[in-house]
């Protein structure tokens, strides 16, 4: 009887197959299939690859490990493996942390095929020896996890919930890089959410309303920023002066323009007195602490994430639990 080495209707998740019977006759049939790839590993080590096709073993088309078995025409041992070239999907969470140390959480969908079949094999399947799907899934889920944290960790707090398409986007070239190194092709990555915790969104929101990241990071807890900030009543705290930018000053009425004091080209929008009503405009342009998108005069929820925007009665943004408004002063009741 002939014997008949073929993988048997792959499921939908499977990466790789071995097939059972390590002794394989001289004469076998190899069966193929479409997005298949069949290699012959030895202790670890790749020898033959069969592409798609139905191909009977012989000494030609096994040369590498005819070498090693030598001639003859007995049966020998070979582990035979079967690679899905198809495209998978995997689902990825996990924690890291900030540059600044804040504690994150993560997730989202990455989707990736085998795009060298040898070297998958060599770094993945022979050098870790997993020769199943349920291992190999677990590692390479590992492995980008990994990945991930470490790449993240690279990054401020402030860029991760404030330019998340920036940092996904450098972060899944790094993890593509990664991926090419196991023989496998990051198709595509997708950050689906961050999140951290309590203390460190209203540290967030104190860096995203004062500007200075510095200052806010020197307070122990977010709470004393918010203390500080709220009984100076104005914008100084302690001696390390918070200079809240003008965007979130109360406008002055009839402010007379200030002379451009930069050096070079005076930035976009810079006009003098008679623009003063478009620079004005962009100066009130309230931003959501918690997404970091653009609000609407006024919003008492953000169109983009749903938080709800807390405001002293002079309309300032204040965070949650806040007891003065850092920007006027004024006690929140
Ligand atoms: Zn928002
Ligand atoms: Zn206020």
Known sequence: MVQVIEWVNPGEDEIIWRYPNEVIKWGAQLIVHEYEVAVFMRDGKVYDVFGPGRHTLTTQNLPLLYKL???????????????????????????????????????????????????FLTEVVGG?????????????????????????????????????????TQVKVKLMEDFRRLGLELVDVKIEGVNTTDEWRQRLFWIM???????????????????????????????????????????????????????????AGYGGAQQATPQAQQQTQEICPYCGKPLPPGAKFCPYCGHEIKRCPNGHIVPEGAKFCPICGAKIE
């Open 69 to 119: 078995v030598g001639g003859g025409n007995s049966p020998f041992k070979a582990t035979v493996i079967f690679v899905s070239m198809k495209e998978f999907q995997g689902r990825y969470g996990g924690e890291s942390q900030t540059r600044e140390l804040a504690p994150i959480k993560y997730y989202g969908v990455y989707w990736f095929k085998v795009a060298d079949p040898v070297q």
């Open 128 to 168: 870790q020896s997993l020769y199943d799907t349920a291992d190999v899934t677990k590692f390479i889920r590992a492995y980008f996890n990994e990945g991930m944290m470490k790449h993240l960790s690279a990054y401020s707090i402030v860029d991760l919930f404030q330019n998340l398409d920036m940092v996904s």
């Open 209 to 267: 309303q004062t500007g200075n990241a510095q200052t806010v990071m020197q307070m122990d807890t977010a709470k004393q920023v918010a203390a500080e900030l709220g009984k100076s009543g104005s914008a100084s705290v302690g001696t390390g002066m918070v200079l809240i930018p003008q965007l979130m000053q109360p406008q002055a009425p009839a402010q007379p323009a200030q002379p451009y004091a930069g050096g070079g080209v005076p930035p």
